[in-house]
């Protein structure tokens, strides 16, 4: 008689993207959220100009401005500041969102 018991081989896989339904709820919140952050924002000129990420800052008609965009502005603000003393500060909170 033939083994009809069947062994389960676990596969360890990591998960990269949201299914699409995900992606779209994830999406519509993402909406709500800088809706009221950007509010926020607006109530400070120093919160607009400091906080970037997560946020879709306007770079012209065709796209929002990405990492390499502020860098660069941070650049020409110290090559051209009369300032002798600056200090440029940039980090990424690891895991915010998880713990």
Partial sequence: M?????????????IFYANHLDAQVF??????INQKLDKEYSKDQLLIESVIAYRNIPFNEYRSKYNINFAKEVFVFIKHSKETELNAICFDIK???TH
């Fill in 2 to 14: 033939k083994n009809t018991e069947r062994t389960l081989k676990k596969k360890k896989r990591e």
């Fill in 27 to 32: 999406t519509y919140y993402s909406y709500l």
């Fill in 95 to 97: 895991s915010f969102l």
